[in-house]
């Protein structure tokens, strides 16, 4: 590997370079798909869509026969409704406005991240979810294939924020995550990571491709490949 100042690739080059072959919009697509799939093969029910966000979700999930209630912040909520028969509450889900027992199943993607202290949302989730009740969990996997290469480069992973509710405060990876959530009384079921591992694209063979192929590769027959994804799935139960 060259040292160089013209072979060096800078830490904005190299992000660029590494997420190329993914956007946020097409992981994005791949959770919601893989999303209601899984849905679809549940008993019909009444599911807790829980950050809502465009109910985008909400809207599939009601299309393959579930009942859904979607709830988010009001100033997010009101992107939801541009789809028709989605019902849509402003609230806060560190105090769901629901009873005990309320939920067959919750989605709950992309939201526990964002928050110094999630215990409240995992607590609420598990109240409102009747026994036996289901939670489909996504959060981004801090030890992807791209965090770690990020790391072994010497680069600083830039996931935090100090700010709730703004940018990625709490950092998950497989472990973690299945101790964190087993420890509020659920019972994990599955967990998988999704999305393509996204390759890093160089010009020029700068900053050594072919080292960086042979350490990818290594990488990927030394783990799970799962636990080398960009996104972490959990599922979970109440227990009955």
Known sequence: MSNTTESKLSEKQFSEG???????????????QLAI???????????LDDGANDCAVSNELIKIGHEVLSIDLPEVIKHGKKFNGVNLIAGDAFKLPFRDNTFDYVFFSELIE???????????????LKPDGTMWLTTPN???????????????????????GEGHIQHFDFTKLH?????FGFVGMEI???D?????????GIFGEEELKSLIDKLVEQENPHKLKSTIIYIAKKPK
């Open 18 to 32: 590494i997420g190329a072959t993914t956007s946020s919009d097409h992981l994005k697509r791949q959770r919601h």
């Open 37 to 47: 799939q899984f849905f679809s093969k549940l008993p019909k029910g009444l599911v």
């Open 114 to 128: 964002h928050f110094s202290s999630p215990s409240g949302l995992v607590r609420e989730i598990f109240r409102v």
């Open 142 to 164: 801090v030890a992807s294939l791209r965090n770690r290469i990020f790391m072994l480069l010497g680069f600083h992973w830039k996931g935090s924020r100090e700010v709730d």
């Open 179 to 183: 101790e964190y959530i087993t420890g």
């Open 192 to 194: 998988m990571g999704c």
């Open 196 to 204: 393509e591992y996204p390759m890093p694209k160089f010009e020029n």
